[in-house]
């Protein structure tokens, strides 16, 4: 029965760290989306402003 246990516990023990594995990865993935999504908004809020300033311009004349 101490057998049976222990192999059961390496079992569980290997599923484990194979789940923290997968996770680990997807930290790193998300990670990476979230700068490229970080970058594309800087991106998008900067052409925003730009074109709110030529707005005002065009009004004004």
Excluded: H, M, P
Aim: hydrophobic share 35%; net charge positive.
């Amino acid at each position: 029965d101490a057998n049976r246990q222990i192999k059961d516990f390496k079992f569980k023990l290997v599923k484990s760290e194979q789940e923290v594995a997968v996770l680990e990865q997807n930290v790193i993935r998300l990670e990476g989306q979230v700068t490229r999504y970080k970058t594309a908004s800087e991106a998008a809020e900067k052409v925003e402003d730009e074109l709110k300033v030529e707005k005002r311009k065009l009004q004004r004349e």
